[in-house]
């Protein structure tokens, strides 16, 4: 199993096809509905932006703006790093103003279950993730 770096192409790609296999958030794409871009700032290669888009049973994640966009959140490398390897609390992140949340919150909240099932998806490719 090959170490890919953190937010680049290939973990975006891991990513995608992580998401696109798991069930669990396939599932959850039947009852919930949510577009999600995320900007990161700063990085290695630049600033990346990408997305999750849940909706009508489907689950899709990769690189871009997500289309509709209902939640953006913006945040630097320093704190993606911080919140992507558990250094970082991300609910504090978000009081301290470290991650920028524009849009419907209450979409977001309503949508938790699909985070859940997320995080389990990270999981397997946090693994083999380098941040650096």
Do not use: C
Request: glycine content about 10%; cysteine-free; hydrophobic content about 40%.
């Amino acid at each position: 199993m090959s170490v890919i770096r953190y937010l680049s192409l290939e973990w975006l790609d891991a990513l995608t096809e992580q998401v696109e296999a798991n069930t669990a958030l396939q599932s959850l794409a039947v009852q919930h509905s949510i577009g999600v871009t995320q900007v990161v700032t700063g990085g290695p290669e630049g600033d990346v932006v990408y997305h999750l888009q849940v909706g009508n049973g489907a689950a899709r994640f990769g690189a871009g703006a997500a289309e509709p966009e209902d939640v953006r959140m913006e945040q630097t490398w320093e704190t993606a790093v911080g919140v992507a390897t558990g250094e970082l609390n991300a609910q504090e992140a978000f009081i301290k103003g470290r991650i920028l949340l524009t849009g419907s919150q209450q979409r977001l909240v309503e949508s938790q279950p699909v985070f859940g099932a997320l995080d389990a998806v990270f999981a397997t490719v946090r693994e083999r993730t380098e941040y650096r």
